[in-house]
């Protein structure tokens, strides 16, 4: 029950909060941040009393379309309870951010429920056709965050989100049809599929069209050209959804479901990713240094981030699947925090253009320490979450084939180019024409200071990341293992 | 008597004749009142014998699930476009035609004969000229013209076709193609392009567009729906006639797979609501044609589903552009959504479907679709399938963002009673058989046999 009342909650609060705007008084706001709360309170009561069976935390089945053999089989483990807790949160620090900006707040609220709604599906659910209805459903409310409340060219780069991962969504839906055609018996039931036997040969097709979607969501190159569109023209609550949550549903499909259903086309296919992962690291990486524009920038860090995800994922060794996993969590509070900053300061002077901006230290120190802080996250400064999952990775890296670490090791130190450049320009450079010269708010700096710590104390902490996705990542080496 | 399969024909065609009395001596409200009462009384003779055992091997009209179906469909359709005629300048004759094309549509649905055929198509026509041409405007004769002339051309071609197969095989029902000869082959060929013509399949789709957009959106909205759904039904029986002939399955492949991508292709720059509807009803109907031709064995319940997902959807975007009363374009359906939240939402939730993404009932409709393709290893319709879906979301979507957009507010159209209720059960049949299917999927199941 708590496990559905974590999709369901946003789902009809998302409706209530269209209605609500019209009580006036921020009604549509509190009533997200009371679901969201209440989201979180399900899934603690899931962590703590969930009925699991020791691999799973939680695990509840109901029928839904025998006809169809469609159930709601939802399942959580530390992998899925850490990816809802993101997105619950950041749902949470989303409504915050944009407390007193947005026009027609019942729909973008609801937008924005619906957005974690259905993330929340993905990480929940193990039938197949039910994934792919999650899968689908994300879109529409990012795409109406992008079209309506975006900048600039915002109904082009919303168009362009849209085809390109409703498209690419279909890959993922008729591998799932076709599994489920060539089955003994009419289910999408993930549990009973990975233990039917299917050939390692249409393993490698089917886990082609899973990763066709989910790379697309992922955003690695070549696969990434509405990611930088998107994420400039997004408003700051949907540019932290899509950065924080929508890329981790790539990054969490690619963990949990090649390893369970196609361990033979994982083995196959699991180079190709890590030339793609590696190439799209160096590439994000050295096309974040020649942007002008912040948010462009902290867009393309992202590509790079997600490349590094896809590395570890397809190492196959414990190190890599781990860094990933911790990468994908630090990720979403640095990639998040980040966005906030820049749509505060965008809030203030209008621009994102880096060439204007700078000298924070003197004129707004608080926003000076902040952008310090998740400068020192991208390029992975020990200490913080983002070098755990980094290294982890690179050292996994080291066991599969030095010349993939080398590659990722070279993307880590052009990140340190272009993170220490900001740090010079934006916070020790001179004051530009236009000075920043209000500082965070109360509200603004306590959302900051809520990622900031996260990422400090993940990174000081990494057991409390470690030992709850060990099962998730012991059970997709053993799937893995065993196909070897 | 009253366990006939013809019980719910008759009510329809007592209700347009009832109709017609009436036209004369009251108000239009109250002829509308009756031709809804008749219709709803049809759709309820349908439903108590909905579980019914087949009647056997009838002469012209069949009494199975499929004609339950499209029987149904049909007094449904019928019913809604009644809720939104106030816009038809006849309306008065108005409801009486709407009756007819529903009895035709039921009737073709139930069609197991050439003859039994061709009649209900030819009722269907008849009645849709009257529709649209009834305005007396500039427009609407214009789309009476375009409407009668390819449609005389398209049953010339199909009586022709029955000629032939008459005179290969010396049979008029649906078996009549069945030769090997070079006749019969030819007899196939004009009976598609006949067929073609009547759910508007590249190449003899020219017509759809301008109708759409030209003839009034109750008439629009009969034709796409209706008379749509037991055209394709007929189709269907007519395909499970014939077994193996080449002319036919090649033929309807190519015809599906020109429709899908010339009629997502065209509807991608089109600023009128009306007139894109009319090139999504030219891919729409080509999905629907890919699924007869690919012969997967649960195609004809995924072809009822994908029905009973996109008439809801056409009837409730016409709505909307019949209660604007301007042309629904672009422009003029900007921020609908704000200044009329029922007709605009539901407007979305159509678009939504039409374009096959979830919450929507389209999203399941594009699933059983794509499995039937798969299953039968049509792979070629697999991938026009796909790359349309890739168009339709651009298609829809310009149309969809459009209704949310807040800038100059433009004036609130007024939604009637009736049209309230029209929209009220399109968007709750989008969204209630979107997130629960399983009810229907298992009538479907029993009505596809």
């Known amino acids: 029950m708590a496990l559905i009342a974590m999709i369901l909650l946003p789902l009809l609060g998302g409706c209530a909060a269209l209605f609500a705007a019209r009580l006036g008084r921020n009604a549509e706001r509190w009533l997200s941040v009371l679901v969201l709360i209440a989201g979180l309170a399900a899934l603690v009561s899931a962590i703590v009393d969930g009925g699991g069976d020791g691999r799973w935390l939680a695990i509840s089945r109901t029928p839904w379309a025998p006809a169809m053999g469609v159930q709601l089989l939802f399942a959580m483990d530390g992998l899925s309870a850490a990816m809802l807790a993101i997105s619950l949160g950041l749902g949470l620090i989303a409504v915050f951010v944009s407390w007193k900006t947005q026009a027609n707040s019942g729909l973008f609220h609801a937008a924005l429920l619906w957005t ?125 959804l899509l950065a924080g949550l929508l890329l981790k549903t790539g990054a969490y499909g690619l963990f949990r479901f090649p390893p369970l259903l196609f361990p033979d086309g994982y083995l196959v296919l699991a180079p190709w990713g890590l030339a793609l992962g590696s190439f799209g690291a160096l590439y994000g990486a050295v096309m974040a240094c020649g942007q002008t524009d912040a948010k462009r920038l902290v867009a393309y860090t992202s590509v790079a981030h997600m490349s590094i995800v896809l590395m570890g994922i397809c190492g196959g060794v414990h190190f890599a699947l781990m860094g990933a996993a911790i990468e994908m969590v630090a990720h979403a509070f640095s990639a998040s925090a980040l966005f906030l900053l820049i749509g505060a300061v965008y809030d203030r002077v209008g621009t994102r253009d880096l060439r204007e901006l700078g000298g924070l230290q003197r004129t707004a120190p608080r926003f000076a320490a902040a952008f310090a802080l998740f400068f020192a996250a991208v390029l992975a400064m020990p200490g913080t979450a983002n070098f755990l999952g980094e290294a982890l990775v690179i050292t996994g890296m080291f066991q599969v084939n030095w010349v993939f670490a080398a590659i990722a090791l070279a993307a880590l130190v052009v990140s340190v180019v272009y993170a220490t450049r900001l740090l010079k320009e934006i916070v020790f450079g001179e004051p530009q024409a236009r000075p920043i010269t209000v500082d965070l708010s109360a509200r603004e700096l306590a959302l900051v200071v809520v990622l900031g710590t996260c990422t400090i104390w993940f990174g000081l902490l990494p057991q409390l990341l470690m030992v709850p996705m060990a099962p998730a990542v012991e059970a997709a080496i053993a799937a893995i293992d065993a196909a070897r | 008597m009253l366990t006939s399969g013809l019980v719910p024909l008759a009510i329809i065609g007592l209700t347009a004749v009832l109709a017609m009395l009436l036209a004369p001596r009251f108000g239009a409200a109250t002829v509308r009142a009756a031709a809804a009462t008749g219709l709803v009384l049809a759709a309820i003779a349908v439903i108590a014998r909905i579980a019914a055992p087949e009647a056997p091997a009838p002469p012209l009209f069949a009494d199975d699930g499929l004609a339950r179906f499209g029987t149904l469909l049909a007094s449904l359709s019928g019913l809604a476009v009644l809720g939104f005629l106030r816009g038809h300048p006849a309306a008065k004759e108005g409801p009486a035609l709407v009756c007819i094309v529903a009895l035709g549509a039921a009737a073709l649905a139930s069609a197991t004969h050439v003859a039994s055929l061709f009649l209900s198509l030819e009722i269907i026509s008849l009645a849709l000229i009257g529709l649209f041409v009834l305005p007396l405007t500039r427009g609407a004769l214009e789309a009476g013209y375009k409407f009668l002339l390819p449609g005389a051309a398209g049953s010339a071609a199909l009586l022709l076709g029955a000629a032939f197969a008459y005179a290969d095989s010396g049979r008029l029902d649906f078996t009549a193609w069945h030769g090997p000869s070079l006749l019969a082959g030819f007899a196939t060929a004009l009976l598609l392009v006949g067929l073609g013509f009547k759910l508007s399949l590249v190449p003899f789709h020219v017509w759809a567009p301008d109708i759409y957009d030209g003839a009034p959106p109750a008439a629009a909205a009969i034709a796409g729906s209706a008379a749509k759904a037991g055209v394709v039904i007929a189709i269907l029986r007519i395909d499970a006639g014939l077994p193996a002939q080449p002319v036919w399955h090649m033929g309807l492949a190519a015809l599906a797979t020109a429709s899908i991508l010339l009629g997502n292709l065209a509807a991608l720059r089109q600023p009128s609501l009306s007139r894109m509807i009319g090139y999504s009803s030219v891919a729409h109907s080509g999905y629907l044609a890919a699924m007869i031709v690919c012969g997967a064995a649960q195609a004809p319940a995924a072809i009822l589903f994908y029905l009973a997902a996109y008439v809801p959807a056409v009837v409730a975007a016409l709505c909307v552009a019949a209660s604007l009363g301007t042309p629904a374009t672009i422009a003029s359906l900007r921020g609908l959504a704000w200044r009329r939240p029922l007709a605009g939402g539901v407007l979305a939730l159509a678009l939504v479907s039409l374009a096959g993404l979830p919450v929507a009932i389209g999203f399941l409709a594009k699933l059983l679709l794509l499995e039937a393709l798969m299953r039968s290893g049509a792979w070629g319709l697999f991938g026009a399938v796909i790359i349309g879906s890739g168009l339709g979301l651009y298609v829809y979507f310009r149309f969809f963002t459009a209704l949310f957009v807040r800038d100059d507010p433009l004036p609130a159209p007024r939604l009637r009673r009736p049209e309230h209720a029209v929209l009220l059960l399109c968007g709750a049949m989008l969204l209630i058989l979107g997130l629960y299917p399983a009810p229907l999927l298992d009538y479907l199941a029993l009505a596809a046999g």
């Open chain 1, 116 to 240: 974690v709604a259905a993330s929340n599906g993905v990480f929940l659910t193990f039938d197949l056709l039910v994934l792919a209805f999650f899968w689908e459903l994300m879109v529409v409310p990012s795409f109406l965050l992008i079209a309506l409340w975006g900048h600039g060219e915002r109904e082009a780069a919303a168009m362009k989100f849209l085809i390109f991962n409703a498209v690419a969504g279909l890959g993922l839906l008729a591998a799932v049809f076709w599994m489920a055609a060539t089955a003994p018996v009419i289910t999408f039931d993930a549990f009973v599929l990975a233990g039917s036997g299917i050939a390692p040969a249409a393993q490698v097709w089917l886990l082609g069209g899973f990763a066709l979607a989910f790379i697309v969501k992922l955003a690695v190159p070549p696969f990434h050209a509405w990611l930088p569109d998107a994420h400039t023209q997004a408003p700051t609550a949907g540019s932290i």
